[in-house]
C-alpha cells in the first residue's frame, strides 16, 4: 500500500467531481474507514468535546472529498488521513492540526479551494491544508524545478506554522509504512527523498523516532538485500549476546537499587541503518561494530542524572574520552542526555544514556513535546521549540537571499547536516555548527553584517585562517572591518547553508550593479562615437528609452546596461539602434561633435566616458593572467560574452588574437590617476644555485618594498644555475622598474626580465 505524499507520490486514481455521499448501504470500505475514525477518536482524549465535533466535521468533509479515489492497495483512499491524523494525535497536536492532516490532499486530489476551507474550518486551518499541498497547477520545465519549488514553499509554510512538517512528517512516515504496493522506480525515488531531506529535517526538529523510522524504512527500500544481510546478523547476535545484556542489566538495576536510587533501565538496540552507516563511515566489518546494544537510564530529577553516572562509573570502568554532557550543552534540536561508554565485565564497550522523563519526551519527539508539555511555559519542549525556531528563521534569511528554488534545496540541504560542534562566543554563548564549519560559518550564525564585514579571526585567543575548521569548546572571536566585503573564496570552505547563500547573494548583487555601471559607460562611449551623448532620464527621453528596451528584449533600463556590461549586448550595435531612434525624434549627431567623439585625442570629453581602472573592481572587471597588466602599462578591454569586462596589455599576443576575431567586442580603458591597490605580475629571474640564494632574492624585494604571492621553481634538478618565476605585487610599471635593478644588483642574480605571454 502507499499513501498520497503531497511532494512525491500519485497512487490516488484520477479524482472524480465531488458529488454528495451515497445513501445506500454502507460499503466494506466503509465500514472499515468508519471504523479506523473510531480507533482514531480513542486517540483524541486530551481534546475537548467542542474539537473533538470540529475534527469529526472534518472527517466527514476529507471522506466526501475523498470519494471514489482507492489507494495502490485498493483501499479506500481515506484510510491514508485518517492514518496521519492519528499520528499526529500521539504527539498530542491540537485540533487545527488533526483536521488539517485529515484534510491534507483534499485541496491537491479533490480540487477543493483555500477559500472553501476558509468558510468551512476556517484561516488557521485552511492555511496548513496550503502550506501542505504542492505546486501541481504551475508549469515547470524539470521534474527537479517542481520538487525543489514545492519544496520551499513547504518549508516556508513552516516557518510561519511548524504544525505544517509535523503533518506532512506523519504524512511520509505513514506513506512509508505502506509503499510495497507500488512499483519499484517510484518506492526508489520516493525512499531517496525521504533519506535526503525528511529524515534530516525530522532530526533537525528532535524527532528522533520518527528520523529513525525514516531511515529504516528508506534503507529498506532503497537497499533491501544489504537490509535483510544485515537484519539477519542482528538477529543471529542478538541471541548470542542475550546473556550479556540481561546480565549488564541485573547488574546495573542491582546497583541502583544498593544506591536508593530509582531508575527505570531500558535495553536499546542500534538501527539497522545506523549500523550500515556506521561501517561504510569507519570502513568496519558487522564483527567490528562494538556498540550494537546499549541502555538508557530513566531517572526523576535533573541532579540525579549525574548521580547515576557516578554510579554507573563506580559500577564499570568508562572509556576515556566517550564521555558527553547534552544536558549542560544540548544538542542544536534540544536533545538533552548525558553519554558515557563502559566496559562491561566481558571487555565489550557499552553505551548509557542517562536523563530525565521530559528529557526522554524531547529526545523521542523533539519540538512536537511542546504540545506534550505546553502546559508548563518553562516545559522541556519550549528549549526544542527555540531552537526550531532559531532554525526556521535561518530558513528564511536564506530564502531571503535565494531566489533560485533549487539553490535554496541545496543551501537548506546542508544546514540539515546531522553532526555538530559547539563552540562559544567571547561573552560564552554557546552557538551550535555543523561538523567542518569555519570562523566564517560562526560569523554568518552571529549576523549577517558580521559575516560580511569579516576580515579575521582568532580561536582561543590565537590569530587562525579563516578557513580553520572548528572543533567543540573553541571560543571564537571574529575581527572586522568597516570596508570590507565577502570574498569569493570563502565558497569554497563554508559549511553552512546561511553563509553559503548570503556570500553568493552578496556577490551576485555586487556583480549586478558594477556590470550596471559598466553598461552605461559603455554604451556612453558608443554613443559619444556617433556624435550624440546618452539620452538622460527626463520624461523627453521616456519614449525613446521604451522604444529601446522593447528592441533589446530587456525589462528595464537597467537590466540593459547590465547585459551591455556582461557582454552579453555590445554597445556599439545598441547605440547605433539608439541613434536610429533620435533621429526619428529628430536629433541628429552635428559634424563637430561627431569629429570630437571619434578622433579626440586630448582629455576632453570622450575621455570622461572611458572605463577607468583603479583596482578597486569587483566581478564585472578582471585583469588578465596571461599578461597581468599594471598601471602604467598601455591597456586595452575586451568584453566576454556574459563574463563581464577582461583587461589585456596593448601588446598581449593573446589580447591581440581575440582582437583579430572580434573587434566589436574591444573598448576603450585607462589607468585611474590614484590606484587604489598594487597589482600583480610575473618576473622571471635566472639565479647561481647556491645557499642562500633565495633569501637573498626575498631581501631584494623586500628592500624595494615589494612583496612576493607567489614562486614557482620548476621541477627540473639541481644545476648550477635555476629559473625563479616570482608572482610580485607592485604599486605600478615605475615601482616595477626599481624591483628589478635592485635585484639586479644582488650578486646571485644573472638576469631579470619581466615575463610576457
Known sequence: MVARSSTASTDAKPAPKRRPPPVAKATPGADAAAASFAALTVKLDYLDAADIRRVREAYRFADEAHLGQFRASGEPYITHPIAVAGLCAEWKLDAQAIMAALMHDAMEDC?????????????????????????????????????????????????????????????????????DAVDRQKRMRVAGETLDIYAPIAHRLGLNQTY???????????????????????????GYRRDMVERIQRDVEKAFANAKLPAQIFGREKTIYSIYAKMREKHLTFAQVSDIFG?????????????????????????????????????GNGYQSLHTTLVSPLGTAVEFQIRTEPMHAVAEKGIAAHWLYKEHDDGPGQEAQRLGAMWLQSLLDIQDET????????????????????????????????????????????????????????????????????????VVEIVGAPNARPNPAWLNFVSTGRARSRIRHYLKNMEQEESRDLGRKMLAQAMRSEGL????????????????????????????????????????????????????????????????????VDDSAPAQHMVLID??????????????????????????????????????????????????????VEWAEQPTRPFETNVSLLVTNGKGVLAQVASAVSHAEADITHIDMGNEPAAETAELKLLLSVRDRLHLAEVMRTLKRSPAVLRVARVKP
Not at 524504512?217 to 542478538?238: G, N, Q, T, Y
Not at 525589462?555 to 539608439?578: M, N, P, Q, S, Y
Request: charged share 25%; net charge positive; aromatic share 6%.
Open 111 to 179: 480540487g477543493i479551494t483555500k477559500a472553501e476551507l476558509i468558510e468551512r474550518f476556517g484561516a488557521p486551518t485552511a492555511d496548513l491544508v496550503d502550506g501542505l499541498t504542492k505546486l501541481d497547477k504551475l508549469s515547470f520545465s524539470t521534474r527537479e524545478e517542481s520538487q525543489a519549488e514545492s519544496f520551499r514553499k513547504m518549508l516556508l509554510a513552516m516557518t510561519r506554522d511548524v504544525r505544517v512538517i509535523l503533518v506532512k512528517l506523519a504524512d511520509r512516515l505513514h506513506n512509508m509504512r505502506t509503499m
Open 212 to 238: 529513525r523510522e525514516l531511515q529504516e524504512l528508506s534503507f529498506k527500500h532503497l537497499k533491501p538485500w544489504r537490509e535483510a544481510a544485515l537484519s539477519k546478523a542482528v538477529l543471529k547476535a542478538r
Open 295 to 331: 541502555f538508557r537510564v530513566v531517572v526523576a530529577t535533573l541532579s540525579e542524572c549525574y548521580v547515576a553516572m557516578g554510579v554507573l562509573h563506580q559500577l564499570y570502568k568508562p572509556v576515556p574520552g566517550r564521555f558527553k554532557d547534552y544536558i549542560a550543552i544540548p544538542k
Open 403 to 474: 531566489r533560485d528554488a533549487s539553490e535554496f534545496l541545496e543551501h537548506v540541504k546542508i544546514d540539515l547536516f546531522p553532526d555538530a560542534v559547539y563552540v562559544f562566543t567571547p561573552k560564552s554563548k554557546i552557538l551550535a555548527l555543523p561538523r567542518g564549519a569555519t570562523p566564517v560559518d560562526f560569523a554568518y550564525a552571529i549576523h549577517s553584517d558580521v559575516g560580511d564585514h569579516c576580515v579575521a579571526a582568532s580561536v582561543n585567543g590565537e590569530p587562525v585562517p579563516l578557513r580553520t575548521e572548528l572543533r567543540s569548546g573553541d
Open 533 to 600: 551623448a546618452l539620452p538622460g532620464d527626463d520624461s523627453a527621453s521616456a519614449t525613446v528609452w521604451q522604444q529601446l528596451i522593447r528592441w533589446s528584449g530587456n525589462k528595464t533600463r537597467e537590466d540593459l546596461f547590465t547585459d551591455i556590461g556582461l557582454g552579453r549586448k555590445i554597445a556599439t550595435i545598441v547605440a547605433t539602434r539608439l541613434v536610429r531612434l533620435l533621429a526619428e525624434d529628430g536629433i541628429r549627431p552635428d559634424a563637430l561633435a561627431l569629429t570630437m567623439g571619434r578622433y579626440a
Open 615 to 668: 583596482g578597486s573592481e569587483g566581478a564585472s572587471v578582471v585583469l588578465a593572467t596571461c599578461c597581468r597588466p599594471i598601471p602604467g602599462d598601455a591597456i586595452v578591454g575586451n568584453l566576454g560574452r556574459g563574463e563581464g569586462l577582461t583587461v589585456h596589455t596593448a601588446e598581449c599576443s593573446v589580447g591581440k588574437r581575440l582582437l583579430e576575431r572580434d573587434s566589436e567586442r574591444w573598448m576603450g
